[in-house]
């Protein structure tokens, strides 16, 4: 089927983009399954920022003392050293990290992480900092030799975080400049040879209308599995009624 439009009428007044983010890594997971060797397991992750997170260390302030005091065993309050006051304060708007993705890990190699396929989100492309946020993220993978997938249905946001994380190594990308598509699909490696390393990115351009392509999963040096993005796509719009 062809690539939907997530963010305007009449798909948005259908189901959120959230929901869909939500459930294509699991359909995702689903269909690389079937083509995973045994030695492997995929995930699907979602992060959605520090205002959906539970605060489980929460406690009551008297029930500690209490606790304390006959922890002791004579009821004594130890002094505690009170640091100075802060030689600089700031208020700071932290980075809200959404991150919605499949990572891959080998389980033979304990459990290393060997791939990471990323959804990009509305929040990943909304402010500098995220922007930089999830390229240093990418970035760092790609340094540990982990293979990284990013695919960036976002219509609605004009930066391209693949071509942002080509900058990072001074490098660029001849087909996708000097024009950069704001929605896109994307597998990049770097892995080692005898006396370098070397960097390789399949990444295609995605068009509202048009078939999403095949994306390569490098497992190992020599050894890559298909993401047919068609699939789980089309799993996910159909269970979510989209279409």
């Not at 802060?86 to 389980?107: A, G, K, M, R």
């Not at 930089?132 to 930066?159: G, H, M, P, R």
């Not at 990072?168 to 704001?182: E, I």
């Not at 351009?205 to 020599?222: A, E, Q, T, Y």
């Amino acid at each position: 089927m062809p690539l939907l439009d997530h963010f305007r009428p009449p798909i948005c007044n259908k189901g959120s983009w959230e929901g869909f983010h939500g459930m294509w890594p699991a359909l995702m997971v689903m269909d690389l399954c079937k083509s995973l060797p045994e030695q492997y397991t995929a995930e699907p992750r979602v992060h959605l920022g520090k205002n959906f997170e539970v605060d489980v260390c929460a406690f009551d302030v008297e029930d500690r003392t209490e606790f304390d005091s006959n922890a002791s065993g004579s009821g004594a309050v130890t002094a505690t050293w009170a640091p100075p006051e802060p030689t600089l304060t700031l208020d700071l708007d932290p980075t809200e990290n959404y991150e919605y993705e499949v990572l891959i890990f080998d389980q033979q190699r304990g459990r290393e992480l060997v791939a990471a396929i990323e959804l990009v989100s509305p929040a990943n492309k909304d402010r500098p900092e995220s922007r930089q946020a999830f390229v240093s993220k990418c970035a760092a993978l790609l340094q540990k030799k982990i293979c990284v997938s990013i695919v960036d249905l976002v219509t609605v946001k004009y930066f391209n975080l693949y071509c942002e994380v080509l900058d990072v190594f001074c490098q660029s990308d001849p087909a996708f400049t000097p024009d950069r598509p704001a929605t896109y699909a994307v597998t990049c490696r770097s892995h080692s040879l005898a006396t370098r390393s070397k960097f390789e990115s399949w990444a295609y351009p995605m068009d509202v209308g048009k078939r999403l392509p095949v994306l390569p999963i490098w497992l190992d040096n020599d050894h890559a599995i298909s993401l047919d993005l068609e699939t789980s796509y089309h799993q996910t719009c159909s269970v979510l009624r989209l279409v």
